[in-house]
């Protein structure tokens, strides 16, 4: 994809490329003082290869934000942190309050639906959460995020072909500890978040956090009246830590999230197809009929044992279970009739266990294990077409069973030299249901038994189909170290994500004849070169890397209207997934940070991507010009500035942080969506606007007061200072076949202009 970026955008962020030597970090790195007085920006440490490690020494891209610096920059939920990881595109499900889309270097997965898996894994304290539904995660008892970009098949495994992200926690103190926040802001914004944790007797610590988000809507549903993009969210952890030896210890911890915000509907771009409802004025309003009430719970177990046999060994074990449900319902059309009307439901469970053994032994250390899941996720929906008196019912099982042995080993040859080598070899088995009904009237007696519809027919009727999948991923990297602080190094990885089957399948009209089949597994294979390094006598950090990445059979899926009966008239929609020929992804990624001055930082980040889907076969013909890659700006980056300084012995400490993010425009789907002129709808006679994102900036403003004793903590943070609208989301289903029946041309939109003030005491 070729874009024009805005002159002053483009100016700024090669002015910071300039500036920081060919890099720019998005957050500020913290600073230290050495024993001479002068500011050193301090090293991260991370666990993106399952042990802890100077971010310097890992031969991975990876991207790391502890508490403190979140808390700066008034970071909301994790997708504060797709302005400031280059590549990274980490945004709201459409039509949805807490689903996640994560892609990172082109590769993930737009539909939440449960017969698709996602391809960015996420974790939280080590344990993969396998479905998207409440994984938008706010951001409160953190001690970290890290995002690993590129696939990380061989340590992770389970659906990482494009990266992983790791939320993780804050563990428990030796001592006392109790923390309260208020944040007041825009749009009657009132949250307050509770976290504290005490130890009891010598061997055993307690601890929870409840956090209550609550904020009025951006915009209202003018049908309704009621608010639309609020927030209504209550989640709370608990947790205990318990330490009987010095060399044993075992955590429990439990998360329970509820989000109850009204259901999130579309802003329509077209006007009712008889032409008396017009375009709402503003983007964040709906004219929805289908209802607002929405309900999206989650919550997990988890219990940790470690054990340090002796210096060089070290067994661990994780075992967790998880489970969800959603209930929702999603107004494609936008409008007051039921044109196209989807209430749904979702329900998920995982159990996962993992068995780690760790090494660190003179020149040795990696780490080897075994991992398994049993998960499920199901769902009913009905697709209710009014306008024609049909409604298609939709329901569906899909289990997975995953069964992996790994090992990722670091030989050091010398000081300077090292090598790793890893490997993991999994299984993967599919078993689905997959249900498709066609009703008469508004709504299915499937879906809700008071419906009064007349079942018509059964289109899909697969009962315990299955597929089994399997294939080993490796790992090679070699480092070289000319200094403590210069990493060199050469990567190649390699990620796996499994086949399984269309949940909406329509077994007499699927194009590809392959919904009993199911399509099949997807693989990336990486090459990254990089370099990371501190300079200027610890003034200046620079983590930089190259990459190509060969995507085979990706997984596509397209979804359109058609004829059921040959009548002329699209009355009914097919899904299909097929797995594309070739894909190639190159690019490279800048991040850093300088110190100007002992209270000026500079940081920011730079990621640039050429994705382009080089072969998808059809009859023997090459139809790869008739695709593009989903969810992928060609270019996005940021650059901060932070001043940090102290007000006086007996007044506390000022920091000040600005950053300008920008992304390329980009498309939505795997298919481009650039509109259609007047005179090719019936129905729309006016055309319609392009759907997919143009290129937007963002500058966000924080104001942080410390006081001398760190107990309080005053903040002022803006975001989206300028008010820009951007598009995060969208929906098409306009067939000009559909006379005089609305279909979905709706389109969503990240937050406008806030501002929150918080405030924190440490008791």
């Known amino acids: 994809m070729k874009t024009h970026i805005a002159g002053p955008i483009r100016l700024g962020l090669v002015s910071a490329l300039a500036i920081n030597a060919g890099l720019c970090v998005a957050h500020a790195q913290e600073s230290t003082t ?39 920059t008034g970071a909301v939920d994790i997708t504060s942190i797709q302005r400031t990881t280059p590549n990274a595109t980490i945004e709201v499900a459409r039509g949805s309050n807490s689903t996640l889309v994560a892609f990172i270097r082109g590769v993930g997965q737009q539909d939440p639906l449960w017969g698709f898996e996602p391809g960015v894994g996420l974790y939280v304290d080590d344990v993969y959460v396998a479905r998207p539904q409440g994984a938008i995660l706010d951001i409160f008892d953190i001690d970290r995020i890290e995002v690993l970009r590129g696939p990380q098949g061989t340590l992770y495994g389970r659906n990482t072909i494009g990266g992983a992200i790791k939320y993780v926690t804050k563990p428990l103190s030796n001592e006392p500890e109790l923390k309260a926040k208020m944040n007041v802001g825009s749009y009657g914004q009132l949250d307050g978040i509770l976290s504290g944790s005490t130890p009891i007797g010598d061997t055993l610590a307690i601890g929870g956090a409840i956090a209550k988000y609550t904020r009025d809507g951006y915009g209202k549903n003018l049908n309704t009246g009621a608010e639309h993009y609020n927030k209504d969210v209550l989640a709370y952890r608990l947790s205990a830590d318990w330490n009987p030896t010095d060399d044993f210890s075992v955590r429990f911890a439990y998360d329970h999230s509820e989000d109850d915000s009204n259901a999130k509907h579309g802003h329509r771009l077209l006007p009712s197809a008889d032409g008396t409802i017009p375009v709402t004025g503003d983007i964040y309003d709906t004219r929805a009929g289908i209802g607002d009430k929405n309900s999206v719970t989650t919550e997990g177990y988890s219990l940790t044992a470690q054990w340090d046999v002796n210096d060089a060994v070290t067994l661990k074990s994780i075992t967790a279970y998880r489970e969800g449900e959603t209930v929702t319902p999603i107004d494609f059309d936008a409008l007051p009739q039921n044109d196209f009307d989807v209430p749904a439901v979702y329900y998920d469970d995982q159990f996962s266990q993992e068995f780690q053994l760790l090494l660190d032994n003179g020149p040795w250390s990696g780490v080897m294990g075994v991992y398994y899941l049993d998960g499920n996720a199901n769902g009913a929906f009905d697709v209710i077409l009014g306008g024609l008196g049909l409604t298609v019912y939709q329901a569906g099982d899909q289990s997975k069973e995953n069964l992996s042995v790994y090992g990722d080993f670091t030989y050091e040859l010398n000081d300077q030299w090292s090598v790793s080598l890893g490997g993991r070899y999994t299984e993967d088995k599919t078993t689905a249901d997959v249900t498709r009904e066609l009703w008469l009237g508004a709504g299915s007696g499937s879906f809700d038994p008071t419906n009064t519809s007349i079942f018509f027919a059964t289109q899909t009727s697969y009962n315990d189909v299955s597929r089994d999948d399997n294939q080993f991923t490796p790992r090679l990297s070699v480092s070289y170290k000319p200094t403590d602080n210069l990493n060199l190094y050469a990567t190649y990885s390699q990620g796996f994500k499994a086949g399984g089957f269309d949940p909406r399948a329509r077994e007499d009209l699927d194009p590809t004849g392959l919904s009993e089949q199911g399509f099949g597994p997807e693989t990336v294979d990486s090459y990254e070169i990089g370099l990371k390094g501190v300079f200027l006598d610890g003034r200046l950090t620079m983590n930089s890397a190259i990459f190509l990445a060969d995507y085979k059979d990706q997984q596509i899926t397209v979804q359109s209207g058609a004829d059921s009966d040959n009548d002329g008239v699209n009355d009914t929609f097919v899904s299909s997934v097929f797995n594309a020929g070739e894909s190639q992804y190159t690019g490279f990624e800048l991040e850093g940070a300088l110190l100007l001055t002992d209270q000026l930082t500079l940081s920011g980040n730079l990621g640039y991507i050429d994705a382009e889907i080089q072969e998808i076969l059809s009859g023997g013909v090459n139809v790869a010009d008739q695709f593009v890659t989903q969810n992928t700006p060609e270019l996005q980056g940021q650059v901060a500035l932070n001043y940090t300084n102290s007000l006086g012995a007996d007044k506390g400490e000022i920091s000040l942080t600005g950053s300008l993010s920008y992304r390329d425009e980009y498309y939505l789907f795997n298919v481009a ?40 903590r005053l903040g002022l943070h803006g975001r989206n200072l300028t008010d820009e609208e951007y598009r995060v989301a969208a929906y098409n289903f306009v067939t000009p076949s559909q006379l005089g029946v609305d279909s979905a041309y709706s389109a969503f939109y990240g937050p406008p202009r806030t501002i929150t003030a918080s405030l924190s005491v440490e008791f």
């Open 34 to 72: 050495d024993e001479d007085g002068a500011k050193r920006l301090g090293a991260i440490t991370v666990t993106a290869q399952r042990r802890e490690q100077n971010l310097i020494d890992v031969p991975l891209s990876v991207t790391a934000f502890d508490s403190e610096q979140l808390e700066l």
């Open 673 to 712: 969506n650039p509109g259609f002129p007047a005179g090719q709808s019936a129905i729309f006679p006016a055309g319609g606007p392009a759907l997919d994102p143009k290129s937007y900036s963002l500058l966000d403003l924080s104001a942080v007061w410390t006081s001398p004793s760190g107990k309080y």
